[in-house]
């Protein structure tokens, strides 16, 4: 049976969200949680659904790592994937991966967090990967994306981008958040928050 394997990332595979862990890794604990205080209104308006996650997140990435040289950042960006982000990988949800991948599954990160502190994670367990694109411009990050936020309906428009369902006899999605939900739509069979107790 061909099948189709889909993984949410943060939340689901990880216990934290790693845009949020990368900055503060970055920044450091005084600086981030001065940041995260000016912009909770911001952060409350978009709980509200009153401004959009995408607007949120250019903000976000504007602050921290606007106008940062991009070898700077995927500099950055390999340090925590190698030194942090293993620390926050749900043991139970690498094993599920591992277990897909030992029965021919094609496996999938599709994930609203970005390529640059993703990619090597994902190269490393041998993993695909669909993510939200950050704006380079002049070799600087400009804190915008480049194209849609990769969560909701554009995680479905990525998936059909580059895969052909039809050709899958199965697809299996995994997720933790309503960004999930459209995903879970296209799936024969969906987990929600299924490591937490990893």
Known sequence: MKTLVLFDFDGTITTKDTMLDLAKCYAG????????????????????????NSFTKEIFLGLFFGGMNELEFMQLCQRYSSQQLPNLIRPKALAEIQMHQQQGATVVVVSASAKHWLIDWCNQQN?????????????????????????????VNRIKAAYNLSAFEKIIAYGDSSGDKEMFAISHDHNYKPFRKA
């Open 29 to 52: 604990y005084f600086r981030y949680y001065i940041i995260m205080l000016v912009i909770s209104p911001l952060l409350l308006c978009m709980k509200l659904k009153l401004v959009s």
């Open 127 to 155: 993993i695909s990967l669909l993510c939200t694109q950050l704006e380079i411009i002049d070799g600087k990050l400009t804190g915008k994306l480049k194209g849609p936020n990769c969560n909701g309906p554009e995680k």
